[in-house]
Structures are given as C-alpha cells and as structure tokens.
Nanobody, 117 residues
Framework: QVRLVESGGGLVQTGGSLRLSCAVS????????VGWYRQAPGQQRELVAA??????LDYADSVKGRFTISRDNAKNTYLQMDSLKPEDTAVYYC????????????WGQGTQVTVSS
C-alpha cells in the first residue's frame, strides 16, 4: 500500500507562483510513476504532469512552460507552478502508478489552489 499526502496549496494572484509537495510513504519501490492531477468544479479530473521512473516527463498542453514536476528521491515529488492563471484554480491531487499498471492506483486527499484575477 502507498500513502500520498499533498501540501502547498493556497490562494495566489494571477501571475504568482506556488509549489506543491507530495510526500509518499509505504511500498514506494512498487511505484513506477507519480503524477499531479487537478479537478475544477464541474469538470473532469485531468492529468497536469507526470514523472515516470526513468522516463520522459509528461505535461498537459495548458501548463507547458509554466509548471515543472520534479522528484528529489523516491519519497517526495513536487509541482512548481509559475505564471498562474485563474483557470488553474482547482483541487490538485498527487497520484502514483504501480509497475505494470496503466492507470494511477493511489491518490492523495488533494490540496486547493485558487488563483484570483
């Protein structure tokens, strides 16, 4: 089992920055990839960025050039968000995918990001 805990959300003005953190614990060596998803009110959850073990980073087109995903070890993953826009307002979730799986299996509780105009 894997546990994910997000932190770093909050309220920021347009053009500002936030850094989200995801602390991972449990069976961390079963994790093949960690990703950040977001869900705005009335919208479907969407993948924002993902970082697979030894693979290419993946970003949604809407955040390319503004967001950066990184990992400093097997236990911590970050999402640096710059040049934030009101449309980035959402609950952001950290997720992990096990080796051999096609979908993300484990999820954090989410952290709210609000960008004011």
């Amino acid at each position: 089992q894997v546990r994910l805990v997000e932190s770093g959300g909050g309220l920021v003005q347009t053009g500002g920055s936030l850094r989200l953190s995801c602390a991972v614990s449990g069976s961390i060596f079963s994790i093949n990839a960690v990703g950040w998803y977001r869900q705005a009110p009335g919208q479907q959850r969407e993948l924002v960025a993902a970082i697979p073990s030894g693979g290419r980073l993946d970003y949604a087109d809407s955040v390319k050039g503004r967001f950066t995903i990184s990992r400093d070890n097997a236990k911590n993953t970050y999402l640096q968000m710059d040049s934030l826009k009101p449309e980035d307002t959402a609950v952001y979730y950290c997720a992990a995918r096990r080796y051999g799986a096609s979908t993300f299996d484990w999820w954090g509780q989410g952290t709210q990001v609000t960008v004011s105009s």
